[in-house]
C-alpha cells in the first residue's frame, strides 16, 4: 500500500520556521519525485517545491526561494520541507505529493500519483 504521511506543520509567528516531513513507502522512492504542493482556504493547490531523490535536483516557486529548502534522506525514504522567513502569506494546507519522474512539469498536480492528507500550516501575524 502506497503511503504519503506528512507531519511538522503548526502554528507559528510571521518570521519564524518550520520543518514538514513527508515518511513515503509502498513504492520505489528513487523512482519517483517527491513534491510539495500548498492550498489555502479558496485558492487553488499550487507547487512549492519538488526533488528527485535520485539526483537530487530540486525545484521551488517564485514565492519561497531563498526562504524554504527541501532535502531527501534516502536511507528513510523521506523528504523534508525546511520553512524559515515565515510569512501570514505561506497559511494553508501543505500536502506531499509522489510523480513518476518521467512525467515533466513539477508544479502541476494532475502529474503526482499519489497524495498525502496534508498539514496545516498556519503563520500568524
Known amino acids: 500500500e502506497v503511503q504519503l504521511v506528512e507531519s511538522g506543520g503548526g502554528l507559528v509567528q510571521a518570521g519564524g520556521s518550520l520543518r514538514l516531513s513527508c515518511a513515503a513507502s509502498g513504492f520505489t522512492f528513487d523512482a519517483y519525485a517527491i513534491g510539495w504542493f500548498r492550498q489555502a482556504p479558496g485558492k487553488e493547490r499550487e507547487g512549492v517545491s519538488c526533488?528527485?531523490?535520485?539526483?537530487?535536483?530540486?525545484s521551488y516557486a517564485d514565492s519561497v526561494k531563498g526562504r524554504f529548502t527541501i532535502s531527501s534522506d534516502n536511507a528513510k525514504n523521506t523528504v523534508y520541507l525546511q520553512m524559515n522567513s515565515l510569512k501570514p502569506e505561506d497559511t494553508a494546507v501543505y500536502y506531499c505529493?509522489?510523480?513518476?519522474?518521467?512525467?515533466?512539469?513539477?508544479?502541476?498536480?494532475?502529474?503526482?500519483?499519489?497524495w498525502g492528507q496534508g498539514t496545516q500550516v498556519t503563520v500568524s501575524s
Open positions: 526533488i528527485t531523490s535520485s539526483d537530487g535536483s530540486t
Open positions: 505529493a509522489a510523480r513518476a519522474r518521467w512525467k515533466y512539469g513539477w508544479s502541476f498536480p494532475g502529474n503526482y500519483d499519489y
